[in-house]
């Protein structure tokens, strides 16, 4: 008995009592486990108890015939592999049977050869199959696992520009410090009041700029913590003007705020999206620090806009604009062109809160004209 047979089972369904016995005779002999049915129904009864590999059955019978044998079997295990027995005349049903996906035809009256040869090609699909299927799993974690890894290396890129940005940022504030204290111990030596005041104006700048940055940072790497609230979509640009107008008017900058007339509600973290406007809008003040100063006529507009499914903030400046350098990273590098001034944060912080709206940041910018940024949120996040 052939051991690799010994592994399958094969259901017999026929009618005929004589072609049922005759073909267990030689299946068993070949070393395969047989179960015998006279019908359809019962057929499809040791199917389910028994779950054979494969099933013979004769396409024309009394009651379910084979095709709907097939089906079924078909529709409970889609592997299993089903040779129909046809006779004399039975080519319509045969061409039927292709449709539910037979695995061979063996004619009446049957030759033992042929019977074999049409299990064997049954078994060495099934064992393809299976082959085919280990592969696929396989192939499978072997991608999960490749994904894994290139997150991973991603997400360690991305730390490490964030600590070399990082470090940048301190190195200035430590350089800051650096200055102020050696302004204050000249002070002290040489007991010069001025020298003292001016040391310690520097010092207390220093310090109120790495007491933001550790409070950006933390911002920055805690996950999202929105505080999401149904509100009139002009009320951030609102306070942003009562925030900076100030300002604008000092440095003789024309800012203008235009509101959206639609009282269609937005879900947002006021807060946040403040945040958000305020680095734009003061990014956009010094936009004209670099520019020749007297020359233009310096113009700032904060604009929102309410669209059918989303409100629209549009910053625009007609200030310095950004060099190819400075635009291919502004969203995910610590870029800053205002030396100590700025620490490259202000449009990392900004992105991150518009992604955790669920909305999207762009932007234009022309060294002749200025720039313009777009952030667009969804009124529903
Ligand atoms: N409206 C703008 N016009 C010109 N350059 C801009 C504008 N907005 C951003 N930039 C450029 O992008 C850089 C990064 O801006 P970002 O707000 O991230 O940092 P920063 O303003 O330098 O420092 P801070 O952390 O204080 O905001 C700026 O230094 C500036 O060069
Ligand atoms: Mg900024």
């Not at 203008?256 to 958000?276: C, E, F, G, M, Q």
């Not at 990014?283 to 006529?297: H, K, L, M, R």
Request: one cysteine or more; glycine letters at 6%.
């Amino acid at each position: 008995m052939d051991d690799y047979q010994k592994n399958y089972t094969i259901l017999l369904v026929d009618d005929e009592a004589g072609i049922r016995n005759v073909l267990k005779i030689t299946l068993a002999h070949s070393g395969f486990n047989v179960l015998l049915a006279p019908d359809g129904d019962s057929g499809l009864q040791i199917f389910m108890k028994e779950k054979p590999q494969i099933v013979i059955t004769d396409i024309k019978m009394p009651g379910i015939n084979g095709i709907e044998v097939l089906k079924r079997i078909k529709d409970l295990n889609p592997e299993t592999e089903v040779i129909m027995i046809t006779g004399h005349g039975d080519m319509d049903l045969a061409v039927q049977s292709l449709q539910y996906e037979a695995a061979d035809f063996i004619t009446k009256p049957i030759d033992s050869d042929a019977l074999e040869l049409s299990v064997q090609k049954a078994m060495d699909r099934i064992s393809i199959n299976k082959k085919i299927k280990n592969y696929m799993k396989d192939l499978k974690d072997l991608i999960a696992e490749k994904d894994r890894k290139i997150d991973e290396s991603k997400r360690l890129v991305t730390i490490g520009h964030t600590i070399a940005g990082m470090s940048h940022v301190i190195k200035n504030i430590a350089g800051g410090l650096k200055g102020s204290s050696f302004i204050l111990e000249q002070g002290i030596a040489h007991e010069n009041r001025e020298y003292l005041v001016k040391g310690w104006e520097m010092m207390k700048g220093n310090i109120d700029k790495i007491t933001n940055l550790s409070l950006d940072l933390l911002n920055y790497a805690k996950t999202s913590r929105l505080n999401t609230k149904d509100i009139d979509p002009n009320i951030p640009a609102i306070e942003i003007n009562a925030l900076l107008a100030h300002r604008a008017i000092e440095n003789d900058i024309d800012f203008h705020v235009s509101l959206t007339p639609s009282d269609d509600p937005i879900s947002i973290d006021k807060d946040a999206i403040n945040n958000a406007l305020f680095n734009l809008v003061t990014n956009a003040f010094d936009s004209f620090t670099t520019a020749e100063p007297d020359s233009v006529n310096k113009k700032v507009s904060l604009i929102v806009k309410s669209e059918k499914e989303t409100i629209t903030y549009i910053v625009q400046d007609n200030g310095c604009g950004m060099r190819p350098s400075v635009r291919q990273a502004i969203f995910q590098n610590f870029i800053t062109t205002k030396g100590t001034n700025g620490t490259g944060f202000g449009l990392m912080t900004t992105k991150k809160i518009i992604d955790e709206h669920n909305g999207s940041i762009g932007f234009k910018t022309s060294e002749d004209l200025g720039s313009e940024f777009i952030i667009t949120l969804p009124k529903k996040t």
